[in-house]
């Protein structure tokens, strides 16, 4: 079967660096993406990966290893609006998205 | 009007009822999706329909029917349903399904209860 393995929740204090996993196992790829969904509010699109390597966009990176079939979305300074739920999806060689259960992350003071 | 908007936000429902759930994209996306979303659970795909022609369901019980009247309109006709379904119904939309790194947007949902 096909599978995104995520942890369910992180805590991380304001200002500190925060890195949450995702590990897949899919039928091909075709790509990773990262979303962020803030408590009753939809997804929104944060990073596309579909080479190795790390991709930087201001506060947050995301990194991917596709042989490891491994990513990681790295949040730098964090702020009390990161709080959020953070979901890994994989397009596999189908082009379905499959898609992990979401990161619950809490930020402290 | 920006997005991707669903109608209603919030809707309670007898088993017995018939009810429609409204999603209108305005991006120009030619794709737009049906997703469920249960607590703690992956989103679960129901509909995808790219150029207004429906190209996968995913086993979804015939209680939920879905239409799509244009490439910018979508609904999800709801009825005879089951405790079970209570859930956030996701509405989205994308260029193009058949290509990597189109990202999906999404409207905000309706919150259902079904009683």
């Known amino acids: 079967g096909q599978n995104i393995d995520q942890p369910t929740e992180m805590t991380a204090t304001e200002g500190a660096i925060v890195q949450i996993n995702c590990t897949y196992q899919t039928s091909g790829f075709n790509g990773l993406f990262w979303y962020q969904q803030h408590a009753g509010e939809a997804p929104t699109f944060l990073s596309y990966?579909?080479l190795d390597g790390l991709e930087e966009k201001g506060r947050f990176s995301s990194f991917l290893s596709r042989s490891k079939g491994y990513s990681y979305l790295l949040l730098k300074e964090l702020q009390m609006k990161d709080s959020a739920s953070y979901l890994c999806a994989v397009l596999n060689s189908n082009y379905q998205l499959i898609w992990g259960a979401g990161t619950k992350l809490i930020i402290k003071p | 009007e920006t997005g991707v908007t669903q109608t209603p936000r919030h809707l309670v429902m007898g088993m017995t009822n018939k009810k429609s759930l409204k999603c209108e994209q305005h991006?120009?996306?030619?794709?737009m999706y049906w997703y469920k979303q249960s607590a703690k659970k992956p989103l679960e795909l129901m509909f995808v329909y790219s150029l207004e022609e429906r190209v996968e369901n995913n086993s979804v019980p015939s209680r939920f029917s879905p239409e799509c009247p244009n490439s910018s309109h979508l609904f999800l006709h709801l009825h005879t349903l089951q405790p079970e379904d209570s859930a956030l119904y996701l509405c989205?939309?994308?260029?193009?399904?058949?290509?990597?790194?189109?990202?999906?947007?999404f409207g905000p949902g309706t919150r259902l209860t079904v009683t």
């Open positions: 990966n579909v």
């Open positions: 989205a939309s994308s260029q193009d399904p058949g290509t990597g790194g189109n990202e999906q947007y």
């Open positions: 991006l120009g996306h030619n794709a």
